[in-house]
């Protein structure tokens, strides 16, 4: 197995590492990467207000798993648990002593390659693995990688591909740092990580969660999930504004609850029930104990109290996995746009959508339908208020 090991300190993780990290899988053929954050780095002192390591730690996280290679792209912590300053040699080290029989590569910049031989132990480094330096800029690249190659080479017999970055994100983290503190920035980071560094008030943001632009608002929503979520989030998004705007509802407000809608979708369960002992969340016992059912409940919550959205968007998100009787017109829309978004891929969607744009009542109540026989086919209860708006648009059908 070729297994590459990205360093750094992450300060922020940028769409220039993830670029690199991606190209480095596909030119190197790697089975697997991974990123490994510094908790002291040896070459530079960390800079004021650089977030704690748990939080450089879980913005990296979140890059790795935006990369979309489930299995391949990993975060290793091994560098934040050992005490001292975070040297490369005892890291290479390391993982050799757990992959022995694998071909280790340690990927870098040509900043880092250029002076690799003045680095802690690099005989260690270049005995263990092989080095992939990658140019960030056109004039990265020419004579100075050749010489340093044939150096290394030579000296120590190193393994050495250089390699040309096809994507350049031209920012480093220092420039990167400052406008986040501006209020800028946000275009050469991964959406999710912006999202973690508003919420957080990471590098001087401060954000009033209240107040976010729609760009701003996804990219918290995003940093609430997993990468492979955001597509169905992104099309109930887009479904809940063509809905809103064919059935006279207020769009922004559908679009608001569509980039919620998810957002404690992935937390366990007993985070959600202290998310809904928090926000005086009343449960019955079927919810106690099925935790598909909560994240609308603690998602609603989140979007009020957190986002400070209005009732209209908690209802729509706290009713969008049950459904209830008398749904409001907002209430429906979520539901069915949840339901069918162009990314759902089951028998009878497309029914579902048809009847979306002619019949909005009997959307909802055919994916009532739908839903009351997933449960009893799986042998699982139905929630009652799922058959309560069930039972409430088949009246209405018959008067």
């Not at 091994?78 to 071909?103: F, M, N, Q, V």
């Not at 400052?178 to 973690?196: F, I, K, Q, S, W």
């Not at 943001?205 to 999930?225: F, N």
Request: proline share 4%; aromatic share 8%.
């Amino acid at each position: 197995m070729k297994i590459g090991i990205y360093g750094g300190t992450f300060n922020p993780p940028h769409l220039g590492h993830m670029a690199a990290a991606r190209f480095a899988m596909d030119a190197l053929g790697l089975d697997k990467l991974l990123f490994v954050p510094a908790a002291l780095p040896p070459h530079k002192t960390l800079p004021e207000g650089t977030p704690p390591a748990a939080e450089r730690l879980a913005m990296t996280e979140l890059m790795a798993d935006n990369l979309l290679r489930p299995g391949q792209v990993e975060v290793d912590d091994l560098e934040l648990h050992r005490t001292g300053k975070s040297y490369s040699s005892d890291t290479i080290r390391a993982l050799h002593e757990r992959y022995p029989e694998d071909e280790l590569w340690f990927l870098m910049g040509t900043d880092m390659f250029l002076t690799l031989q003045n680095w802690h132990e690099p005989e260690v480094i270049l005995r263990y693995a092989g080095v992939a330096a990658f140019a960030r800029t056109q004039s990265d690249c020419g004579e100075m990688l050749e010489i340093q190659s044939k150096y290394l080479h030579d000296t120590y017999g190193a393994r050495v591909c250089t390699v040309q970055l096809p994507e350049i994100v031209e920012v480093s983290s220092t420039e990167l740092r400052g406008m986040l503190a501006r209020g800028e920035g946000g275009t050469y980071l991964c959406p999710a990580v912006y999202g973690y560094i508003l919420m957080h008030g990471l590098y001087g943001t401060h954000a009033d969660l209240t107040r976010l632009t729609d760009e701003q608002l996804r990219a918290c929503s995003y940093s609430m999930v997993r990468a492979k979520r955001i597509r169905h989030i992104r099309g109930t998004e887009e479904e809940a504004v063509r809905l809103a705007l064919h059935w006279g509802a207020d769009a922004e407000l559908a679009r608001k609850a569509g980039i919620l809608h998810d957002c404690t979708k992935y937390l366990e369960l007993d985070e959600q029930l202290h998310l809904c002992a928090k926000y005086g969340i009343v449960l019955d016992e079927l919810e106690r104990r099925a935790v598909k059912l909560l994240h609308s409940k603690t998602g609603a919550a989140i979007a009020r109290e957190v986002f400070g959205m209005p009732q209209e968007v908690y209802d729509a998100i706290y009713w969008h996995t049950t459904g209830k009787g008398n749904m409001t017109l907002l209430e429906k829309i979520l539901y069915v746009a949840d339901y069918m978004e162009p990314n759902r891929d089951f028998e009878g969607v497309e029914r579902l959508r048809e009847l979306a744009y002619s019949d909005l009542d009997a959307a909802v109540l055919l994916g009532c339908e739908m839903s009351i026989q997933d449960m009893e086919e799986r042998g699982q209860p139905v929630h009652f208020r799922t058959q309560e708006a069930y039972d409430w648009l088949r009246n209405r059908k018959r008067d």
